[in-house]
């Protein structure tokens, strides 16, 4: 069972077009980190959200995590085919004394695909 | 900082032979992580330390799977012997925790397994 299920599994569209991912979970997360991996090389990440609500953005890509903590979404505005890459979200958890566990929970991801 | 090395990037055995991955992680990152990527499954933890010890291996499927960290510089990720369905992609992350939560993970460039 994922803790964090990734919406969609896959999504292919044309330059130019905007888009959303999404990260859902039941459970809370003390913050949550989108990476994006391209073929042949290890996940990097983009950004690191903390706080419930917060919005951050990356040039055309805007990272908004929920109020309650549990999901979170990615919009690319006008898509490049360099933001071609798996997009994977990884939720990092407390253990009950408050500390973190020191792991993240990956998602499944979104393979995207930008056609030029 | 070279980042996270792991080696080799590619190996092809056969059923039965033992693998040995290698990883070196960011000098002053205290948590070592080993991933197993495959499409089926994504990306699925395998075992993390800190500090040099195994603090949660509970995703190593068998015994066939073991990990070792002797110091803060190098960990091991062994497989003997080796089947058909071991192979994937294996990756090793470093990490650290920052304001509380579990910092980015830096992750190396993989090495691919093919069990044949």
């Known amino acids: 069972t994922q803790l964090l299920e990734q919406s969609p599994q896959f999504l292919s569209i044309q330059e130019g077009e905007n888009l959303t991912v999404y990260c859902n979970s039941s459970?809370?997360?003390?913050?949550l980190q989108w990476y994006r991996q391209e073929p042949g090389e290890g996940p990097v990440l983009l950004v690191t959200?903390?706080?419930?609500?917060e919005v951050k953005k990356l040039k055309r890509l805007t990272f908004q995590f929920g109020d309650a903590r549990k999901d979170s979404s990615l919009h690319i505005t006008a898509a490049q085919p360099g933001d071609t890459g798996l997009y994977l979200c990884?939720?990092?958890?407390?253990?009950?004394?408050?500390?973190?566990?020191?792991?993240?929970?990956f998602g499944r991801g979104t393979q995207l695909t930008v056609w030029p | 900082d070279a980042g996270v090395i792991q080696s080799p990037r590619h190996e092809v055995t056969e059923m039965g032979q033992e693998v040995t991955l290698r990883c070196k992680p960011i000098?002053?990152?205290?948590?070592l992580f080993w991933y197993r990527q495959t499409m089926m499954r994504g990306l699925e933890l395998l075992i993390y330390?800190?500090?040099?010890?195994?603090?949660?291996d509970s995703g190593m499927p068998e015994d066939r799977f073991s990990a070792k960290m002797p110091n803060a510089s190098f960990s091991t990720l062994k497989i003997q012997p080796s089947e058909p369905r071991d192979s994937a992609v294996y990756f090793c992350?470093?990490?650290?925790?920052?304001?509380?939560?579990?910092?980015?993970?830096?992750f190396g460039e993989g090495s691919r397994l093919t069990v044949l």
């Open positions: 459970s809370v997360f003390s913050s």
């Open positions: 000098s002053g990152h205290d948590y």
């Open positions: 330390f800190n500090n040099n010890v195994p603090i949660d």
């Open positions: 992350a470093s990490s650290f925790i920052y304001k509380g939560n579990t910092g980015e993970l830096f």
């Open positions: 990884a939720g990092d958890s407390k253990a009950d004394r408050g500390s973190t566990l020191g792991r993240l929970y």
């Open positions: 959200v903390v706080t419930g609500g």
